[in-house]
């Protein structure tokens, strides 16, 4: 069974304090790993996809990276607008398109 | 594009009401995705469907949960009847072929079941 674990569940920060958020993974095989950006009130927003162990994604503070067990978001010197639910998700290959979604990382980054 | 857009913002109902939920999806995707998100449960699949066609609805919970995609520009989950620990957030999605990982969520609607 498709599985994501995330971890921490709540992460608080200093600005410009670095840190990486973990997203581990157990599926059949991987047709791709999502993460995905969730503001209280709102729909989650799309940040990367990863497809292949080794392959690495970046967006202003972000990096994303995957490896054949886990993916690792790394926040460089965050700021307080950087603040909301990030949430990993996987699509198996023999799971038509549908993504199984973790449970997510609260973080929050005081000024 | 306006994204997508979901109808109503939030909803309350009493048990055993039927409640209707609709979607309109970006113009020009071609996958329409229906989620459900809880403290509990987190954000959980649905069904969806492709060119309007259901796909994969085996995240449907129980038979008062149905879906219907009559045209390419809109999409409804109804819930008859409904039940409080259906209350959640039901968020709609869409996504164009070939990036169907990357999904453009609505703003969801709040369900409250009493």
């Known amino acids: 069974e498709d599985q994501v674990t995330q971890s921490p569940e709540a992460l608080r920060l200093q600005e410009g304090e670095s840190s990486s958020l973990n997203c581990s993974y157990t599926v059949s095989g991987l047709r791709g790993l999502f993460w995905y950006r969730q503001d209280p009130g709102k729909g989650p927003e799309f940040l990367f996809t990863?497809?292949?162990a080794g392959e690495e994604k970046e967006k202003e503070r972000l990096k994303a990276t995957l490896t054949k067990k886990e993916s690792f978001l790394h926040i460089t010197a965050p700021k307080p607008e950087d603040s909301a639910t990030y949430l990993c998700a996987v699509q198996d290959l023999d799971s038509s398109y549908k993504l199984i979604f973790g449970s997510g990382t609260r973080l929050l980054v005081r000024p | 594009d306006a994204g997508v857009i979901q109808s109503p913002r939030h909803e309350v109902t009493e048990m055993g009401q039927e409640v209707t939920l609709r979607c309109k999806p970006i113009s020009g995707h071609d996958y329409l995705f229906w989620y459900r998100q809880t403290m509990m449960r987190g954000l959980e699949l649905l069904i969806y469907f492709n060119n309007n066609v259901p796909i994969d609805d085996s995240g449907m919970p129980e038979d008062r949960f149905s879906a219907k995609m009559p045209n390419a520009s809109f999409s409804t989950l109804k819930i008859q009847p409904s039940e409080p620990r259906d209350s959640a957030v039901y968020f709609c999605?869409?996504?164009?072929?070939?990036?169907?990982?990357?999904?453009?969520f609505g703003q969801g609607t709040r369900l409250t079941v009493v």
């Open positions: 999605a869409s996504s164009p072929q070939g990036y169907e990982g990357k999904a453009f």
């Open positions: 990863l497809y292949s």
